[in-house]
């Protein structure tokens, strides 16, 4: 029973197509990445999935049922664009928000401060919003977005904007959610997180689906044609003739191997001249699948 | 419905716990009142305290005139009898000199009345002030009432017969209510009136605009996205008019009862007599509360869709005369419903909702309109706000989602065609 399920969705804002024939769906339990670059439509995407926007035609079901509003109180969604209210305190910001979402006042207070303790922001939380950092701020709609406990968490590029310390925090609170059973949507144009994070993704680009699937097996079905190594000595071998493109950066070097490029040969060829302290024979990054896929036309 | 309470509840605690609730609700009647006031005394002293002189070819006529003049104790004024070269005879030499007496401001004025032998006698008012009409109108009532006298007097009446004719009488208003005849004080009764109209002006158009800077506000901080995935366009929208709506009432309530404590104390029973009694009935606070929240929602509604399709709170400030136009439709007509509440034209203005709440308070002023106007001009309210909201819901639920640009005419079309 998929969490979200979209078949055929397509959204069109005058004459621009924003999602065409959209599907995929969502295991419960899952950390699932919609990845593309800026404007290739997971904004509008997500907008459909909690009824933000209507889709021009295609179905989109959450938790097994053709979308209702009563749905949206087991989701928790943190949009791209952050809004709070600039005057209000944070306390009262996250009172107001989770009492929105069906919590009792004195029950959203208490998860509002659990929750900023946990967040490291417990000393803020009588201060108007105005007053606080961006990544404070941020820290609030996280909470907002979590603090009555939905089944389905929606992220849309949630790590933006934010030091690695606050990054890494938010990201392991993300890895806690989901090895307790919650659903995890993200939506990033970050693929190198979303390769750390994510069981399944959704790749679109200008409103296409490119790719979708389990992490694993996408990367399974391209060929490991990407060599890491580290050395020092004589570099002639970059020069080889089973390689088709290296960057050579200071005692290390990113090659990708030809058609029928041979590793070990380069591996012997490299030994002969170098030192080698890693040779690894690795599969393409999802950045480098997806440049592959779309043929490096990206717009973003 | 426990969306939209959640929501008015947080516009509201917002709003009056800011500095802005607390500025407006002490400073907006202080200054109305010191306005008034300040109105009310200038009217009440124009053509106060002048100097002037009286140069008449006649003197015995120019020497009535001086005390016709000085019989008016309210005018305060200080009057010369003009010394003319050659008496019983007025020359240019003899205007020349006066000339030259305002012009060194020895004297406020003069007044030149020529009597020839044949011909109608003529008379000019000569001032340092081109628009010192009550003067003017002082001056233009003794010099008839001289003339008049002499003429009489000339015509064989005797002096003291002439007087008694002569003796002006003050006409006091009454007005009939209900059958019965009731003392009145026209100048109170209009004032009070105006007072309210001007309120209801007031809070309208801010707590109107209100609305739309909120809603620009909010699409700035774009806390709509996050909200919107939790309640529906309509429920915010609604959730904001009633919560601004209720910071309006009351503010409104507070400056009742301040008003009502200030009228019941003894200050109060000091200043606020005369002219200056107030006419105010309970069944006009009433109809004061339902035009307040008839004439704010018909304006927020508006502002709100208006917001919705705006950037910045500078481009709203350009559409604020839209709100301020109803104003200046309904005081252009003051002297015209003042006299004549009844009008065609005055009853189609009660009944034009923007000019509604205005109009209708102004008409209070001379006469309670008929009830079935009151129904009516209520009713055309109602509706309109039904019209306006149908555009601003439409407006307001695409507009709060679309960022970075001012939205074109064509847009909003499309728009109202979406939803």
Known sequence: MPVVELAAVTKAYQDKIAVQALSFRIEPGQMFGLLGPNGSGKTSSIRMMIGITAPDSGAITLFDKPFERSSLKRVGYLPEERGLYKKMKVLDQLVFMGTLRGLSADEAQKRAVEWAKKLDIAHSILKKTEELSKGMQQKIQFISALMHNPELIIMDEPFSGLDPVNATLLQDTLLELKAQGRTILFSTHRMDQVEKLCDSIALIHQGNLVLSGRVREIKSRYKRDRVHIEFSGDDSFLRSEEIAEAKNYSGHAEIRLKDGGDAQKLLAEAASGATIYRFELMEPSLEEIFIQTVGGNIDA | ?419
Request: charged share 15%.
């Open chain 2, 1 to 419: 419905m426990r969306n939209i309470l959640l929501i008015a509840k947080r516009e509201y605690l917002e709003q009056v716990r800011g500095r802005t609730f607390l500025i407006t609700t002490i400073l907006l009647p202080t200054v109305f009142i010191g306005v008034f006031y300040l109105s009310f005394l200038s009217g009440k002293n124009s053509g106060v305290g002048k100097h002037i002189a009286v140069a008449c070819s006649n003197p015995a006529l120019g020497a009535e005139i001086r005390t016709e003049i000085l019989a008016d104790t309210e005018a305060k004024a200080k009057v010369d009898l003009f010394d003319a070269e050659m008496p019983g005879m007025l020359m240019d030499s003899d205007r020349a000199k006066l000339v030259a007496e305002v012009n060194d401001k020895t004297i406020d004025g003069f007044l030149w009345v020529d009597v020839p032998a044949k011909g109608p006698v003529v008379a000019t008012y000569d001032a340092q002030t081109a628009g010192d009409f009550v003067t003017a109108e002082r001056l233009q009532s003794a010099l008839n009432q001289a003339l008049l006298r002499r003429r009489l007097m000339e015509s064989g009446v005797a002096a003291s017969a002439a007087d008694a004719l002569l003796k002006t009488v003050k006409v006091n208003t009454r007005q009939v209510k209900n059958g019965q005849e009731v003392t009145s004080n026209a100048i109170s009764s209009f004032y009070s009136a105006y007072i309210m109209a001007l309120l209801l002006t007031m809070t309208t158009m801010i707590y109107g605009l209100n609305v739309g800077r909120s809603v620009i506000q909010e699409k700035t901080s774009r806390i709509f996205e996050v909200m919107l995935a939790t309640v529906r366009p309509h429920e915010m929208l609604t959730g904001k008019l009633v919560g601004i709506g209720a910071v309006g009432l009351s503010q409104i309530l507070i400056w009742v009862g301040a008003g009502g404590a200030f009228a019941a104390s003894a200050l109060g029973a000091q200043y606020l007599n005369g002219n200056l009694q107030i006419h105010i009935s309970v069944f006009q606070i009433f109809l004061f509360a339902v035009y307040f929240l008839l004439g704010y929602t018909l304006n927020s509604a508006l502002f709100a869709g208006l917001g919705a399709t705006l950037e910045t709170e500078q481009e709203l400030q350009q559409y604020s005369p839209l709100a301020a136009l109803p104003v200046w439709i309904s005081f252009s007509m003051i002297l015209l419903i003042s006299s004549n509440p009844n009008s065609f034209w005055v009853v189609l203005a009660s009944l034009f909702p923007p000019c509604t709440p205005i109009v209708m308070f102004l008409r209070m002023g001379s006469q309670m309109p008929p009830l079935w106007q009151i129904g009516a001009s209520i009713a055309l309210m109602l509706v309109a706000i039904w019209g306006v909201l149908w555009f601003s819901t439409r407006l307001y639920r695409i507009g709060i989602l679309m960022y970075g640009k001012r939205a074109t005419l064509p847009e909003m079309m499309r728009w109202l065609r979406y939803s």
